[in-house]
C-alpha cells in the first residue's frame, strides 16, 4: 500500500501564491505517472496537472501559466507551485497515482490518493 500525503494547503488573497506538496514515504514518485486533481463540494474531481514517470508535464488550460508541477526524486516529493491565485481555484486538492495510471486519464479510478488539502482564496 502506498502512502500519499499532501500539505501546504491554506488561505490565500487572490493573486497570492501558495506551494502543495505531496510526499510519499518509501514510494518512489518517478515510477509512474502521478498527478494533481481538485473537488470542490458538490462538483466532478477534475485534474490539473499531471508529470510523467520521465518527466513530461501537463496542465488544464485554466492553470496554464499559472500552476507548475514538480517533482524532487531525492526526497521522493511532488509539488505544485500555484501563482495568481483565483477564487475560482478554491478546492481540495489531492494528489494520486497507481501502476496503471498515465497522464490525460480522466477516469479518477487510481488506486493510491492522498487525503487531500484545503486550497481557499479569498479576501
Known amino acids: 500500500q502506498v502512502q500519499l500525503v499532501e500539505s501546504g494547503g491554506g488561505l490565500v488573497q487572490p493573486g497570492g501564491p501558495l506551494r502543495l506538496s505531496c510526499a510519499a514515504p518509501?514510494?518512489?514518485?518517478?515510477?509512474?505517472?502521478i498527478g494533481w486533481f481538485r473537488q470542490v463540494p458538490g462538483k466532478e474531481r477534475e485534474g490539473v496537472s499531471c508529470?510523467?514517470?520521465?518527466?513530461?508535464?501537463s496542465y488544464t488550460e485554466s492553470v496554464k501559466g499559472r500552476f507548475t508541477i514538480s517533482r524532487d526524486n531525492a526526497k521522493n516529493k511532488l509539488y505544485l507551485q500555484m501563482n495568481s491565485l483565483k477564487p475560482e481555484d478554491t478546492a481540495i486538492y489531492y494528489c494520486?497515482?497507481?501502476?496503471?495510471?498515465?497522464?490525460?486519464?480522466?477516469?479518477?479510478?487510481?488506486?493510491?490518493w492522498g487525503q487531500g488539502t484545503q486550497v481557499t482564496v479569498s479576501s
Open positions: 518509501g514510494f518512489a514518485l518517478d515510477l509512474y505517472d
Open positions: 494520486a497515482t497507481d501502476p496503471i495510471f498515465r497522464c490525460g486519464d480522466e477516469s479518477m479510478s487510481m488506486e493510491w
Open positions: 508529470i510523467s514517470n520521465d518527466g513530461v508535464t
